[in-house]
Structures are given as C-alpha cells and as structure tokens.
C-alpha cells in the first residue's frame, strides 16, 4: 500500500484527490493546521464520503519542523502540496502571509522531502495566474511568466523552487500549472461558486441581484475531478517535468453567468450588477491553456464541459439550500 500525504486536504483540490487515491488502494494522510479550535473542517471530505478513510497529521505550512515529523513519520511515497493561501483577492491585503504559506510553504515541504525522505516524488501545486499579463495568447510550459497579484508571485517562486530541487538534488518534483478549476466543493469566495450559489438563491426567491466585478475576464475553465487525475498521473511517470493542466478553450466571466442563469430560466441581464468594489487593482484579463503536452505525455485530458460543471454547481447549491 502506498502512503501518500496531502497538504491542503481539506480544499476543493484535497478532497477530489484524496477521493482518487483512496480508489486506488493509497493510505492518505491529510497535513491539517490546527489554531485555537480542536475542530478540523472537513466538510468536503464529507461530502465526498471519504472523511472517515483520512488520517490527520497535526502540522503547518510555515513550520518546518512539524513538517520533518510528519514526512519522517509517515514516509509517504507521494506527496500533494496543494495547501496555500489561495483566494487571489485577498493576498492584497496578506501579501506576507501569502508569501509565507504559499510560496515559503512549498519550500519547506521540499526541504523536509529532501532530508527526511528523498525518494518520495513531490507534486507542487503551481497555477496558470502565473502567467498573469500574458506574453503569448496560448500558454504553454514554455511562455514566460508575468505573475500580477502577490499571489502569484508567490506561486512563481515555488514553481520554481520545486524546479530547482528536481535540477539540483535529483528530487523528484513536478509541477502542475493548472488553469481555473472549479466543482461543488469551490469556495463561495470565488467567482464561479458565486455565481452558482446567487443564481440558487435568485431561483428560490432568497436574493434578487448578483454583483460582480470585471464579467468580460476570460479563464479556461475545468472540472477539478478532471484536474487531480493530471496530479496523480505526473506523479507516475517515469521522469519528474512540469505540465500545463488546461481545457484548451477559454469563456469570459459573463458566458459563464448566462449558462448559470439559463439552467434555471432566467436571464443574467436582469440580475447581474457591476460592482467596482470587486475589481482587482491589476488585472488579469484573459488565460487559456495549451494542454498537449499532458495529453501527449500523460494521456491525459479534460473530460467535463464548462456547461456540464456549471449545472452540476447550480444543481447542488440548490440542493444545499432547499435543505436550510
């Protein structure tokens, strides 16, 4: 049986994977901070019906030495670092906690894989803000980086720090520059489930109005079922190397409201406001992913539609709000 230890096991991206490994015979041990409260949120694990197969590891990002304990104990064979800050607004306003979590972070993951188990294969949860003011219209492993949020720029330096380790200590370290994934178990903070969840209340009668900010954005957007697979499959390859993780087709932020409200009868037009407060102070305006190299590669390849995730999200934020 292989072990392998997931940071950030209780996002949207821990769940699905642990899910995945657990079909696969894995042991999985979730990495999980502990602060003032005992209790740990594992309402996604939950909903998944995985939690009670998941053991937690008592540990933290910022604290190598938990780190060390925790790899030497376990010994994973793999490990998913996909712990983070990872709303992008809000790094505006924790651009050192962002920078310490998300980009330090990783570092001490890496380190603690180097000295306590360095034959473990490390995956590193890199992402397609790194591209930011993009330098060519389809990005690829190859195009340089404009990262414009601390964020990601934070993101940037473990990206390439994993890199560094693969180069200079043989470990190996792949990255994952996954374009937007999103799924039922995304954060209300983020744009898709916001959309999903208003248009849930507006169809029940809760709410009346969705406010947004820059609706013209363009993402290439996926399902993070879809996504974890990529993770696991780079983990076993035959040589550590980094993969864009992507559709290949990109939709702004205002197609992705019609689907939504479409789904229920109505019309985005009618309910859709722009609310300045929700620009960012820079922009990204358009990414879409160019994916060949995985599904040359790795044999992979997205399998959920943009209209197919967006149901499903509507569908479920229903469901969750008829039983309040």
Not at 7 to 23: K, M, R
Not at 105 to 120: K, S, T
Request: proline share 4%; charged share 25%.
């Amino acid at each position: 049986m292989k072990t392998a230890l997931v940071t950030g096991i209780t996002g949207q991206d821990g769940a699905y994977i642990s899910q995945l490994l657990l079909e696969k015979g894995y042991r999985v041990v979730g990495l999980v901070p502990r602060r003032s409260t005992g209790d740990v949120n594992l309402n996604r694990l939950e909903w998944l019906g995985v939690a009670g197969e998941i053991e937690i590891a008592d540990g933290d990002l910022t604290d190598l030495s938990s780190l060390l304990r925790i790899v030497d104990d376990y010994k994973p064979d793999e490990v998913y670092n996909l712990g983070a800050q990872s709303f992008v607004g809000s790094s505006w306003q924790q651009p050192v906690h962002t920078g310490m979590v998300t980009g330090l972070g990783a570092v001490n993951v890496l380190e603690a894989v180097r000295i306590a188990q360095p034959d473990c294969r490390y995956y590193q949860a890199s992402t397609s803000e790194m591209y930011g003011k993009i330098q060519e219209p389809q990005q690829s492993e190859t195009t340089p980086f404009y990262p414009r949020s601390p964020y990601a720029a934070a993101k940037l330096y473990a990206h390439w720090m994993t890199v560094n380790y693969r180069e200079s200590f043989g470990l190996f370290g792949c990255s994952g520059i996954l374009f937007n994934h999103e799924s039922p178990l995304r954060g209300l903070e983020f744009v898709t489930r916001k959309v999903t969840d208003a248009v849930a209340r507006i169809k029940l009668g809760m709410a009346n109005e969705l406010r947004l900010g820059n609706i013209d954005a363009q993402r290439d957007w996926g399902h993070a079922r879809d996504y974890v697979k990529a993770m696991w499959l780079m983990l076993q390859h035959d040589s550590a190397d980094d993969y864009v993780v992507a559709t290949g087709k990109t939709t702004s932020v205002r197609k992705m409201c019609e689907i939504a409200f479409s789904h229920v009868g109505k019309n985005a037009d009618d309910y859709v406001i722009i609310d300045p407060q929700f620009f960012r102070p820079a922009e990204v305006d358009i990414l879409l992913g160019d994916p060949s190299k995985a599904r040359r590669v790795l044999g992979w390849e997205a399998e959920t539609s943009l209209e197919d995730m967006v149901i499903e999200m509507v569908e479920t934020d229903l469901r969750r709000l008829q039983k309040t």
